[in-house]
């Protein structure tokens, strides 16, 4: 009997669930770790007093970093996890230290768009390495290999767009009007509704439903590209 995979949107979905479900329970623990704070706001601040394309140049290939590890099948899923917990403890962290209860600053960073184009990102990165197991043991990643490919290019849009998006809201931070940050979310939204379309397009092989024989292999068309 031959192993049915779930699609590879339904384990995205599930893992942009867990993600957030992870980060709002961490974040609410009452953690005291003076040590981790004050290390973490010595790297902020070497980060956000940059210009804008060094700090980019900062965020953007670390957070491809950590993408990059999670499509590698098992070891991804164990980055997946580690990097929501380390995060989220981080978030727990300062806001044990400044009396502020840590669900509230997730919930305010969430506020921010670069947050809904770098969380999703890594949730593509660990559902691909899902799939990617799937087909070494089903002997299938010689004629699957293309979609895995296209699934990185998106993950690296992804994180260029939110890595400048995120550097932007940081240096509008510094004006006299912080909120001005919120701003972003005007280039930000037609930038998400680009990468849902990419993304469909790259994915589109699943939103074909009832084109294909059950006993048809489970071939990828990219001519369209």
Do not use: C
């Amino acid at each position: 009997m031959e192993l049915k995979m779930p699609r590879l949107r339904r384990i995205f979905i599930l893992s942009f669930i867990i993600e957030l479900a992870g980060f709002a329970i961490i974040s609410s623990l009452p953690i005291h770790n003076p040590a981790l704070y004050s290390s973490f706001k010595s790297q902020d601040h070497a980060i956000v007093s940059q210009s804008f394309f060094p700090m980019w140049l900062s965020i953007f290939p670390h957070n491809l970093l950590i993408a990059t590890i999670e499509f590698i099948p098992v070891i991804g899923i164990l980055m997946f996890g580690f990097s929501i917990i380390s995060t989220a403890s981080v978030i727990a962290v300062e806001g044990t230290a400044t009396h502020i209860n840590g669900f509230a600053i997730f919930a305010s960073l969430m506020m921010f768009p670069h947050s809904w184009l770098e969380l999703p990102a890594y949730a593509v990165a660990v559902s691909t390495s899902v799939y990617i197991l799937y087909y070494l043991l089903t002997k299938k990643l010689k004629t699957n290999y293309m979609k895995i490919i296209y699934m990185y290019i998106f993950v690296v849009i992804e994180l260029a767009f939110a890595g400048a998006i995120e550097t932007s809201e940081i240096i509008l931070e510094r004006s006299p009007h912080p909120l001005y940050s919120l701003y972003m979310w005007i280039p930000a939204v037609p930038i998400i509704i680009f990468l849902i379309w990419l993304y469909r397009r790259m994915d589109s092989d699943e939103y074909k439903s009832g084109k294909k024989k059950p006993e048809e292999p489970d071939l990828y068309d990219f001519n369209q590209f």
